[in-house]
């Protein structure tokens, strides 16, 4: 069998490596993929937009890749799944409805206050005016977010009645385009976040192990937010009697209530999670695809064959699929990040050390990467993936920071306490 892998991140190259691993898959293609895929054996980059829905169907017909893997949520939210599966290819990823869940934060917020799921407390205002008024009246922190996608950039954590009138005039500006139509607001949770993701065939839900991810640019969890700048797992957080909460209040209830609305969802259900010091897990938001790099910590100790997985997820099948199974151990992932990220960075330096890293028995995951005559050149704000495997965390972390130490670039930033949490325990 083939598969198409949408999207070109860490995300994807990692759902490339590990299809190629199910001995059901021959050949992966990704649209538009990175600097590392193209070098995976039996894998290769075609070069079309995420957009291009109509050459990502054609090229799919033409060629006979009956499974589309989409990793991102923009294309997600913008209809890609709808408009392959009308042309009969099986798509891992949600419709246009199903992705509102991540697309539109009121959506997700009332799906959340229908179905009983615990969150944060919350009002959404259509004009600056009436959500400028009511800020007037709340504690602080608060948090302030634009409705729609914001490639990370829509949430504000707002410490004092100026950071959140800033925050509300800036999502009302019009530069968010129709994200900002809309503003959620809601109370600060305080705690510790972790990711429990999901697959389904919108009828049962798979549950994968759980994960940290590191949000800020700084050590010591500092600094303005980033896509994640380190993940692990399973994280000792998440204990056996969480995660049976977590899919009995939070994941049962949102899929049932997705079905509800007559959604058939089928693809990633990712809940991003606080902890609250008393142990309770309360909803941050929902994401409709593989949280990255989670995923890059996930998905090296996942033992089942993911295209088999998926394949049971498409076909409404996961009912009497096996249970998963897992590589004992850990996994952690440090990201190298380009010079000046998450803000405007700099690219095309070139990268080295990528072979000796690997032999270190680390997985290098490529994020933002292109290949220019046999060389390897940064082309993203986090460039690289450095995941580490082990029998316990320490092993893990100490694994993919060895790795980290045999690459070079000009301006590579990585930081230096990924899995401090878990590491102390
Ligand atoms: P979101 O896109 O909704 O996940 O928000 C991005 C990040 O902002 C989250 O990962 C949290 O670190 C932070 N955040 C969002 N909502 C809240 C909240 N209600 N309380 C505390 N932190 C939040
Ligand atoms: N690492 C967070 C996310 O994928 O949304």
Known sequence: ?????????????????????????????????????????????????????????????????????????????????????????????????????????????????????????????????????FVQHQGFPIVVKVDGLAAGKGVTVAHSLDEATAAIEAAFSGKFGAAGERVVIEEFLIGQEASVLAVTDGQTLRLLLPAQDHKTIGEGDTGPNTGGMGAYAPTPIVTPDLMERVQREILEPALQAVKDQGIDYRGVLYAGLMITPEGDPKVVEFNCRFGDPEIQAILPLL??????????????????????????????????????????????????????????????????TRKLKGETIADGGRVLGITGVGDSFEGAIANAYAAAACISYDGMYYRRDIGHRVKAR
Not at 48 to 77: K, S, T
Not at 330 to 335: H, T
Not at 342 to 353: E, F, L, Q, V, Y
Request: proline share 7%.
């Open 1 to 133: 069998m083939k598969a198409l892998v949408v999207g070109s991140g860490g995300r994807e190259h990692a759902l490339a490596w590990k299809l190629l691993q199910s001995p059901k898959v021959s050949e992966v293609v990704c649209i538009p993929g990175n600097g590392g895929t193209a070098a995976l054996p039996r894998c290769r980059n075609v070069g079309m937009g995420v957009n291009d829905f109509e050459g990502i169907a054609r090229f799919a017909l033409v060629n006979n890749f009956p499974l589309v893997v989409v990793g991102p949520e923009q294309p997600l939210a913008d209809g890609i799944a709808d408009f392959l599966q009308q042309q009969g290819l099986k798509v891992f990823g949600p419709t246009q409805t199903g992705a509102q869940i991540e697309a539109s934060k009121a959506w997700s917020k009332a799906l959340m206050a229908q179905a009983g799921i615990p969150t944060a407390q919350s009002e959404v205002f259509t004009n600056a005016a009436s959500a400028l008024a």
């Open 303 to 368: 033992e089942t064959p993911l295209a088999d997985l998926m394949l049971a997820c498409v076909e409404g099948r996961l009912e009497s699929f096996p249970p998963l199974e897992w590589k004992p151990g850990a996994a952690a992932c440090v990201v190298a990040a380009a010079e000046g990220y998450p803000d405007t960075h700099r690219k095309g330096m070139a990268i080295s050390g990528l072979d000796a890293a690997e032999e270190t028995g680390a997985l290098v995951f490529h994020a933002g």
